[in-house]
């Protein structure tokens, strides 16, 4: 099982920006597909931003245009990027890999 810690989270107002990192312990990370997740209070777990082993992205409708994924595999690192944040991206933000699941990073943006 592969073990992942986020970070990065935080408070922060509309409009502004974070960036969430998520360390893998696995020693092949480079060959998987990593995703980004969040869970709004309530509500259940979505989508929000992936990227292949070859660099290909995909993101959520919600978010395309102002999230940004990417991956250092040296790091054995993925990040996003998240700008011009808003109120209802609020959520527990979650990155998994190969069915493993970090702890999770609190985003909280107010209004």
């Known amino acids: 099982q592969v073990q992942l810690v986020e970070s990065g989270g935080g408070l922060v107002q509309a409009g502004g920006s974070l960036r969430l990192s998520c360390t893998a312990s696995?020693?092949?990370?480079?060959?998987?597909?990593v995703g980004w997740y969040r869970r709004a209070p309530g509500k259940q777990r979505d989508f929000v931003a992936g990227i292949s082993s070859d660099g290909s992205t995909n993101y959520s409708d919600s978010v395309k245009g102002r999230f940004g994924i990417a991956r250092d595999n040296a790091k054995k690192t993925v990040y996003l990027q998240m700008n011009n944040l808003k109120p209802e991206d609020t959520a527990v933000y979650y990155c998994g890999i190969g069915g493993s699941w970090g702890q999770g990073t609190q985003v909280t943006v107010s209004s």
């Open positions: 696995t020693t092949i990370f480079r060959i998987y597909t």
